[in-house]
């Protein structure tokens, strides 16, 4: 199928046929302040997939200029979420701290040419000379500094001879421009930080407009593609670009970014979240960071077709939570194989079924795909249900498990209720039930009608696990608009249910292994806690859309 069209591709398209490009470069600059979400996923989509799909490259550069904020940690999960994600950047791993030196040369250069200077105004004086969006601002008293005397003074910001906020290198433009990104911006400041790459090599360190721009001359990037929000800063991407011996003139294109109703997608507000508290931490799964995604059990493969079908354009939207969490169902719908476990279980003791019988019934892994395989699924005299497919005291639309009632235990047995057996404070103990043998693999032969169809497990053939039931994290639709996001989590967010019944098999179950638990949902084994003895599943989705009825 044609992938659909976007306005980058055309543009792409129309570089490389006029020839203005000859192959395309583009990258993916993650400052490493946070983890990945996935309004990052659709820009990693997007710069990685055009670079691929043209037959170019793309960069990983790590937009590191604000060392306060920075983690190794954080570059060691961005780059783990890049290549879950199915990308490569090959050799092309960059740092904007690789560099500081020519950035700071070009900072140099700007000065000789009388393009910049060093302004020594306070932090509330700037804001009053800066203007507003309606008044032109007013030009520093520095502005006239000489050359030499900028020289000078920048050399010793280098040589750390001033406190944090004494001076700071801006270029010279306009103050009176109606974009307040050209009122002189900042270049370059004093921080008196050590870097996570170059240590205490530098006490100054460039902005970001400054070293983003020069960073994509140096790497010869062709097409720039950022979010909206820096449409008002591509006139001084090009103001700089256009003073500076470059060694490449990259273009920037802007789309639209992510965003997700339910959920927030701003790693200021991911953070905050992490340190209250409210989530385990960035890669808790209800997080809709890559990382919690991958957790949950989302398959890289969905958040690509999720990408890919809600496409780039030049307009902000909001995305409905509905349409990720429907491409995850499709994929696991194809390639999940199905399951029996039992979430709250209850037990039932076929009483007619010799005490030490047992046998083994090959069930199909998938429905649909003969290829995924069978199974040996073990039976015996006691199994356990689902509590809620039994009632005592059944309503009128109710088919399942009942006083009376038969039913089809799935690919195995049709059993009718006898017997209902109480604990001393009335609840149910158990059920009796008694199996017709000759209804063996689920079907009588006297083609009698049954309306319900269970799933269960043998008491003697399984295993118990932990399974957590997740949900969206916020009740409100769009987080943050109407009252403080932190008041607005889904306290129904997370379900912990202990002492679960599985297929014995899954106990073996990969981390991250996913499967269709048969009439509950899509589950994954846990990354992080499924291991050999102590099996844990996330619920990564319900097998339909139940907040649609909700919300619709
Ligand atoms: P946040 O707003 O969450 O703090 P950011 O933009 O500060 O994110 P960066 O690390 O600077 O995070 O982002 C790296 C790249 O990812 C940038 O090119 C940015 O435009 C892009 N990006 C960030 N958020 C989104 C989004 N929601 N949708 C699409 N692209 C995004
Ligand atoms: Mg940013």
Redesign the pocket.
Known sequence: MDAPRNFLRQIIENDLHSGTHTSIVTR????P??FL?I??A??ICLNFGLAREFDGRCHLRF?DTNPGKEDPAYVASIKEDVRWLGFDWGEHLYHASDYFEQLHAFAVDLIKQGKAYVCSLSAEEMRQYRGTLTEPGTNSPYRERSVEENLDLFARMRAGEFPEGAHILRAKIDMASPNMNMRDPALYRILHQEHQNTGNAWCIYPMYDFAHGLSDALEHITHS???LE?ADHKPLYDWILDQLPVPARPRQYE?N???INYTV????R?KTLVDNEVVSGWNDPRMPTISGLRRRGFPPAALRDFCERIGVSRSDSCVDMSLLENCVRENLDATAPRAMAILKPLKLVLENYPHEQEEFFTLANHPKNPDMGTREVGFAREIYIEASDFMESPCAKFFRLAPGKEVRLRGAYLVTCTEVRKNPDGSIQEVICTYDPATRGGDAPDGRKVKGTLHWVSARHCAEAEIRLYDRLFTAELPGKDADFLTQINPASLEILSGCKIEQALVQAEPEARFQFERQGYFCADRQEHRPGQAVFNRTVTLRDSWAKVTG
Request: aromatic share 12%.
């Open positions: 993916f600059p993650p400052e302040n946070g979400h309004g990052h659709k820009s937009d593609i950022c979010t820096f789309f970014r992510l965003n997608t701003s790693k200021r991911l």
